[in-house]
């Protein structure tokens, strides 16, 4: 398992540092070619892996393009996802399906990713409104605030939030396999 707890922040989850090879190879619902040519994070020994559920990044190359790189079941999954440019009211808010923070504008997007599979060979396709810098991670533990908007105060612990996190990033990814 690559999860532990507590973390060494003393949070509930950790994730442990993985290399580029690790992510290329985790990728569920992209070609072995596509996975090889997406652009992997740089900074990957500069991330803060005690604070993160998951890995996730943009393409800086595809505005349209992020990825998802965590821990399901006993196995590393990379997940390709897509979103649409959207043009939304800088007054509208939007709440993130698994962190509940809210953005104003384009803060959070409907990510969509091709199942695994047959399925995804056929173009099915499942999605969730997540935070589209994807930060939800450091959200949750307080360690990013948004610029506008928020979280709302909720009376479960630091722990519990994080556990809601994790819990709904799995029903997702199990989608990707149904």
């Known amino acids: 398992m690559r999860w532990a707890r507590p973390g060494a922040a003393g949070s509930f989850w950790a994730m442990k540092a993985v290399t580029e090879q690790e992510i290329r190879g985790s990728f ?3 070609s ?3 996975a090889k040519r997406l652009a992997v994070p740089r900074d990957l020994a500069d991330r803060p892996w005690e604070d993160l559920d998951f890995l996730g990044w943009l393409d800086p190359g595809a505005p349209d393009r992020s990825y998802l790189v965590t821990e399901y079941g006993d196995q590393l ?4 996802l897509r979103f649409p440019g959207q043009a939304r009211a800088f007054l509208q808010r939007t709440m993130c399906s698994l962190c509940q923070t809210t953005h104003p504008g384009n803060g959070v997007s409907l990510m969509t990713a091709r199942k695994a599979g047959l399925a995804g060979r056929e173009n099915n396709s499942v999605g969730l409104y997540m935070c589209t810098d994807m930060a939800c991670s450091l959200y949750v533990r307080g360690k990013k605030i948004p610029d506008v908007g928020g979280r709302f105060e909720e009376s ?3 722990a519990e939030l994080i ?3 994790r819990n709904r990033l799995t029903v997702f990814l199990g989608k990707l396999f149904s």
């Open 77 to 80: 999954i990379g997940v390709a």
């Open 32 to 34: 072995k070619g596509e």
């Open 156 to 158: 479960l612990t630091e």
């Open 28 to 30: 569920i619902n992209c």
């Open 163 to 165: 556990e809601r996190t």
